[in-house]
């Protein structure tokens, strides 16, 4: 199989998008280039902040320690919301904020973020009676300016009812229905590594900062090590942006001029689990206020699952050791139990549990040790060295995060500030006239309406280039995973233009595979690694070891703890 398919040079219908040059190119140029700009992490905001800054003609060089959203950036609500719980705190300035940002992203990446219709339930004795939700309600709606997808409604309890039939029934009172969106925040990062890519940044995954370089007492760059070859490499630049999120105060270890008064980043994790759609048979999203401890979660549709979280707790894991424990499982699946009674939800309806840290700013806490009250806020600190540490924010507001971080850039180099175009210029695949006419086409196209339907959602305009493999191959057209969606085609497209390099990029990152199945993946892997095996020159023994590796990082990731870390 060739990297680049004759087929898809021959149709004349789309434009196939270059891929990222091979990463022998990338490593190279990683040590033999002068930089203006170095940022360590390839979570989402990093990622935004490389693509931000390649986009205004600065040289750009991401490196990411694993792989794009590999931390917290995949292990969300999925949510681009405006905040509606954070009203209750009083950051109207960032539900402001959020709510912008909801509709620009809705215009810029069509296909990867979507309008969400909420139900919110009152019942008697509710800490949010109906009153204040919509109170709540009108404000939301008028800091975004009354431009969100549509106005909130308030609903009887007859349209609670009729709107979500399994509903407990005992003690409603009534509800509303408001409007947000819904993102697969992996490939929303993906999207952003490959506009960084695109624009001409370095952008390399599996590739971790060693050590930071100093001369005279100023961060002039980092010794990058490769994880795949082993190599090391001198990255020079200017200019240096810790976007690491929960990981911040490691790379802050690594300052010598930055004299530790204390975290930066203070996370709380967030757990969510996954059951089938049939179990609870939701028609739209709810917000609901569980009966355990009163704090705001979420059920969400998401395709043939229903994902219910999230929790809000302190932790002593590691970002990368983070799980779900029995008792978060315990909590989440009584909470959606006490809403839908019929239900009737345990431990064996779990397709898969997962867990991530939010990377709070300490600051955002102001005195209070509850992290559901602290702020969402980012905020950006320069270390006497120079570097420059970008920590909080939400999914959300990360565009906002990495102009802002990029602005912070051009004034620690005195540079001539050139406004950012992120603003208006979509993402990778957002080219989309009519999102409705795409459907229709990879319908006609593909034969299958679920595969149709997640190949524009995945790639948007690019859907085409990535089913044309299997005119050339026809046996891309086959499932990774029998009954959902993915085809073997999209191993094959991930690894020559989406960077993939191991198995759990495509399968928990590229792709939701290890979220959607019991086994989190690892039949998946096999057919996977049959793709894969030839573009990445694994023999049998090799191939042997990626799978042997994924296992081991489908259970570091979706295994559940029988205590809380």
């Given amino acids: 199989m060739r990297s680049e398919s004759a087929v898809l040079r021959s149709l004349p219908a789309f434009t196939i998008p270059a891929p990222p040059p091979a990463r022998a190119e990338r490593l190279r140029a990683l040590g033999a280039e002068a930089f203006d700009l170095l940022v360590i992490g390839g979570g989402v905001t990093g990622a935004g902040a490389a693509r931000d800054a390649a986009l205004r ?143 001409g940044a370095v952008v390399l995954n599996h590739a971790s900062v060693r050590r930071l370089v100093m001369e005279e007492g100023k961060a002039t760059g980092a010794v990058v090590v ?9 990255v020079r630049a200017r200019a240096v942006v810790n976007a690491t999120g929960p990981w911040s105060d490691e790379i802050r270890q690594l300052d010598s001029g930055t004299t530790r008064t204390g975290p930066a980043v203070r996370g709380s994790k967030g ?50 050791e983070v799980r779900a424990s029995e008792s978060d499982v315990a909590y989440l699946l009584a909470s959606a ?11 064996e309806d779990l397709v898969s549990a997962w867990a991530g840290i939010r990377p709070l700013a300490a600051s955002g806490y102001h005195g209070n040790t509850d992290a559901g009250s602290a702020s969402r806020e980012h905020a950006i600190d320069v270390s006497p060295s120079g570097v420059l540490a970008i920590s909080g924010g939400k999914l959300t507001t990360f565009r906002v995060m990495a102009r802002d971080v990029v602005n912070a850039v051009e004034r620690h180099l005195t540079l001539p500030h050139r406004k950012s175009t992120t603003d208006a210029r ?40 990535v089913w044309a493999l299997t005119r050339e191959t026809p046996e891309l057209a086959e499932p990774l995973v029998d009954g959902l969606p993915y085809r073997r085609a999209e191993a094959a497209w991930g690894v020559t233009h989406e960077m993939v390099q191991t198995l759990s990029d495509l399968l928990i990152r590229r792709l939701k595979v290890a979220f959607e199945t019991r086994d989190q993946g690892r039949s998946a892997a096999v057919r996977a690694a049959s793709v894969m095996a030839p573009l990445l020159g694994w023999d049998a023994a090799e191939t042997e070891r990626q799978l042997a590796a994924y296992g081991v990082d489908a259970q570091r990731i979706f295994g559940v703890d029988p205590s809380d870390a």
């Fill in 226 to 234: 490769d994880h795949l070859t082993g190599t090391e490499h001198t």
């Fill in 57 to 199: 003609g600065l040289k750009v060089a991401l490196v990411e320690r694993e792989d794009f959203a590999s931390g917290t950036s995949s292990r969300s609500s999925r949510l681009i919301h405006g905040g509606l719980r954070y009203l209750e705190h009083g950051h109207l300035g960032l539900v402001f904020e959020s709510s912008i940002e909801r509709r620009r992203l809705l215009h810029l990446a069509p296909h990867l973020v979507r309008p969400l219709a909420f139900v919110w339930p009152v019942y008697a004795g509710a800490r949010v009676p109906r009153w204040k939700l919509n109170a709540g309600l009108m404000l939301y709606d008028a800091l975004s300016l009354f431009r969100n997808v549509k106005a909130y409604q308030r609903l009887s309890l007859k349209q609670v009812l009729e709107a979500e039939p399994g509903i407990r029934a005992e003690g409603l009172k009534g509800g509303a229905r408001y409007y947000d969106a819904a993102t697969d925040d992996a490939r929303l990062t993906l999207a952003n590594a490959l506009g960084a890519s695109e624009a």
């Fill in 337 to 347: 139990n006490a809403f839908f009674p019929e239900a009737h939800l345990t431990r």
């Fill in 271 to 320: 757990v969510h689990i996954a059951v089938p759609r049939s179990r609870l048979g939701i028609q739209d999203a709810l917000t609901l206020l569980s009966p355990v401890d009163g704090r705001v979660m979420f059920i969400l549709p998401a395709d043939a699952f229903t994902l219910i979280g999230t929790t809000e707790t302190a932790t002593r894991a590691h970002p990368a």
């Fill in 426 to 465: 979509p993402l990778p695949g957002g080219d989309i006239a009519k999102l409705s006419a795409e459907f229709a086409a990879a319908r006609e196209e593909v034969g299958d309406a679920a595969t149709a339907e997640h190949l524009v959602r995945a790639y948007g305009s690019r859907w085409r280039a």
